[in-house]
């Protein structure tokens, strides 16, 4: 068991500790309390002297018994725990000694800058460790469960379920600070959905032509591609055609078009995005 989940366990630590890289070094400072149970964290560590790090960790107790009921139980709190402690630990740790040794901290004093970098690093940070099955705890929890039973992107689930919060830091710290949080907050949500998900690698032809028995083995031979076809009628024409499907990976597409080009001019094309692409020659992206 510690064997088969011992990647898990990794990716959920370089995770945590990345998160906590765009936590410590970018919103703490500048008091970006972009939602969340660290932006909670934040907003109390102002009033306190309580540590950030240590906040996140008593907050998320009650997010982590939510978690248990509703994502995965045992499997889900052995992961989140690791997430939340090594998030919460790393977050102390980065703030009493990274100041010892760098000539500047913050390290700058654009708070824009900031925004953007707490976003996209604690971002990428979150969405390992939902990839490998856990999350960061916190409006986390409620995020990834709405996720899964709806299926709205995680950008979408942060900025219903962590508003409130940005809302009353606004109140506290200033509606400009507000508004670099939300920032923080949307990047933050994008960059979460592009770890947990990759970069789209694939797409999708969707082709309408009156010349199928050319274009199809040229598709298949020159690309080394499967496709599907079926009989379709021209909703004005009432023209019988031919509708052809063909995935092929992103660098091809510019020989898809080619190939069209070449065969049938008249061709209708329509080419969309795949998110992501396995079996019948593709592989499963790592």
């Known amino acids: 068991m510690l064997r088969q989940n011992g990647p898990q366990f990794t990716l959920v630590l370089f995770g945590s500790v990345i998160a906590a890289m765009g936590y410590a070094l970018f919103q703490v400072p500048f008091d970006l309390a972009a939602g969340g149970v660290s932006g909670i964290g934040i907003i109390i560590s102002h009033f306190t002297d309580w540590s950030a790090g240590l906040l996140y960790l008593i907050l998320n107790i009650p997010m982590m018994v939510l978690g248990f009921y509703y994502l995965g139980r045992w499997s889900f709190v052995a992961l989140t725990l690791l997430s939340v402690f090594c998030f919460s630990v790393a977050t102390d740790l980065i703030l009493a000694y990274i100041p010892r040794y760098v000539a500047q901290f913050p390290l700058t004093d654009d708070v ?66 507000a508004l670099y949080a939300m920032l923080t907050l949307l990047l933050s949500g994008m960059a979460s959905d592009y770890a947990l998900e990759g970069a789209s690698r694939a797409r999708t032809a969707t082709i309408i032509t009156n010349y199928a028995e050319t274009v199809i083995p040229a598709l298949t031979q020159q690309l080394n591609r499967g496709v599907s076809h079926w009989q379709a009628v021209g909703g004005y024409s009432g023209t019988p055609r031919t509708v052809i499907l063909c995935t092929v990976y992103r ?30 020659g593709f592989h499963i992206a790592k």
Not at 136 to 143: F, I, P, R, S, W
Not at 255 to 263: A, P
């Open 112 to 177: 824009f800058l900031s925004a953007v970098y707490a976003g996209i690093v604690a971002g990428i940070g979150a969405g390992l460790v939902f990839r490998a099955g856990a999350t960061m705890a916190g409006t986390g929890v409620l995020g990834r469960i709405l996720q899964l039973k709806t299926g709205i992107p995680l950008s979408q689930v942060y900025l219903h379920t962590d508003g409130v919060i940005v809302l009353a830091a606004g109140f506290i710290f200033g509606w400009e600070i």
């Open 251 to 280: 660098p091809q597409v510019t020989e898809l078009k080619r190939i069209i080009n070449e065969v049938d001019p008249e061709a209708f094309v329509s080419i969309g995005v795949t998110q992501d692409v396995f079996g019948q």
